[in-house]
Structures are given as structure tokens and as C-alpha cells.
């Protein structure tokens, strides 16, 4: 009934940017957080960043000042600012969001995932 889209991954050098999207649709009443994580090669997947419905944002230690997270409510989007990459952000990108549908039944839905990969 809900799903998440993300875009934007890719191929990038170390230092550079890269800025991600995710989509919310279906039949979504409303959305609470909303949250990136990632998952590198052998590795568990693990939270980048999560922001309220408020605004209020929180990120892991290890992307702190480097990448920014952001919502549009009126557009169901959150987005991902990626800057000063690192070979080790290295990861497969998911989107996280705890959605409230129109059925009354609240979904933890993660997106399909995109692929960003930093080389040196």
C-alpha cells in the first residue's frame, strides 16, 4: 500500500558530493521519522541519519558535519547531502520512514536501495 523510491546514488571520487532522494507514496495518511541507513559490503546495516516529522535531526558520529538530512512534508520526501565522501561511505543507501496509511495501520517501510560508491 506504501513505498519508498530512492535515487541519486552512484559513482563519485573522494571528497566529492552526492545528494540522495526517497518518494513516499501509496496511501499515506501521515509520516513520522524518517531515516537513512546503509549497508556496506560484509558489513550490518547501520543508521546514517533519521529526522522527525518536526525537523528535529540526529546523525551517527561518523557522517557528523559532513552529510545533512532533510524532509519535505508536503512532498513525502527526504533527501540525503552527501559532501567531503569518504572511500569508506562506500554503501548501499536505504530509506527508512514510519508511515501512518489511510487504512489506519502503521508501516515500517524501507526503500529498495541505491547504490553510492566513493572511489580513491
Known amino acids: 500500500q506504501v513505498q519508498l523510491v530512492e535515487s541519486g546514488g552512484g559513482l563519485v571520487q573522494t571528497g566529492g558530493s552526492l545528494r540522495l532522494s526517497c518518494a513516499a507514496s501509496?496511501?499515506?495518511?501521515?509520516?513520522?521519522?524518517m531515516a537513512w541507513y546503509r549497508q556496506g559490503a560484509g558489513k550490518q546495516r547501520e543508521a546514517v541519519a533519521s529526522v522527525t516529522s518536526g525537523g528535529t535531526s540526529n546523525y551517527a558520529d561518523s557522517v557528523k558535519g559532513r552529510f545533512t538530512i532533510s524532509r519535505d512534508n508536503a512532498r513525502n520526501m527526504v533527501y540525503l547531502e552527501m559532501t567531503s565522501l569518504k572511500a569508506e561511505d562506500t554503501a548501499v543507501y536505504y530509506c527508512?520512514?514510519?508511515?501512518?496509511?489511510?487504512?489506519?495501520?502503521?508501516?515500517?517501510?524501507w526503500g529498495q536501495g541505491t547504490q553510492v560508491t566513493v572511489s580513491s
Open positions: 527508512n520512514a514510519q508511515i501512518h496509511t489511510v487504512g489506519g495501520v502503521r508501516s515500517n517501510t
Open positions: 501509496g496511501r499515506i495518511f501521515s509520516i513520522d521519522d
